[in-house]
């Protein structure tokens, strides 16, 4: 499975990804390029420390649509059949997700359907819920709004600050966002409305 990634920062998501590819414990898979929307990513250092191609591709006041077409098309050169977004803060335009139909990741530090949006992890603190935790979901037009693939739970301790939350939410990012790729890439799934349900031939 040829996988892409989309970044905006320091990518810390996007390394985890890539080396669980290049170990293997993501199996048949091959991270082909890393496209930030940011020429001042940090995460593009840490690919390229890791022999990936990396490209940079800026809105530079264009249109969302010709923006993201320039992006498709590059994904689409190297044939690219996963697109995980990793820290990529742009919603995606339909042309986008109707080229990737079921094919786009995401990966979001809250459980979803509560705290959308940004900072989600100081809008979960500052609620005082008692646990919050991660998700990765299918993308589609609305912000965090696709389909959940996993999810896993952190609690909140009464001594967090929301950086603390934050930081233990972002190393079960990690680890969820890999076991969630490698399911996806397992093929052993199906959609039926919003569910996604694993082991559907068995
Ligand atoms: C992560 O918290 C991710 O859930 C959110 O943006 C952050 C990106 O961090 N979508 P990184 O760039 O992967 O380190």
Redesign the pocket.
């Known amino acids: 499975m040829k996988i892409g990634i989309l ?1 905006s ?6 390394t985890a990804i890539v080396e669980a590819v290049q170990s293997k414990q993501i199996p048949s898979s091959e991270v082909v390029v890393v496209i930030s929307d940011k020429a001042d990513a940090g ?1 593009l250092q840490k690919a390229k420390k890791k022999n990936v191609e990396t490209l940079v591709i800026e809105k530079n006041g264009r249109k969302r649509a010709e923006h993201d077409a320039e992006i498709v098309g590059e994904l689409e050169k190297r044939n690219v059949e996963l697109v995980c977004l ?2 990529y803060m742009r919603l995606l335009s339909p042309n986008f997700i109707q080229a990737f139909p079921n094919k786009i990741l ?4 809250s459980l979803l359907p509560s705290f959308k949006g940004l900072d989600a992890q100081t809008q979960a603190f500052e609620y005082g819920v008692k646990f919050s935790g ?1 998700t990765v979901h299918f993308v589609d037009e609305s912000l965090d709004s696709g389909a959940i693939v996993a999810q896993k739970i952190v609690d909140v301790k009464d001594d967090d600050t929301a950086e603390s939350l934050a930081a233990r939410i ?1 190393e079960k ?1 990690h680890a969820l966002y890999i076991e969630a790729i490698a399911k996806i890439v397992g093929g052993n799934f199906k959609i039926e409305g919003r569910r996604v349900i694993f082991n559907a031939l068995t």
């Open positions: 970044i920062g320091r990518g810390s998501n996007m995460g990793a820290g995401n990966i979001h530090p991660c972002l990012e």
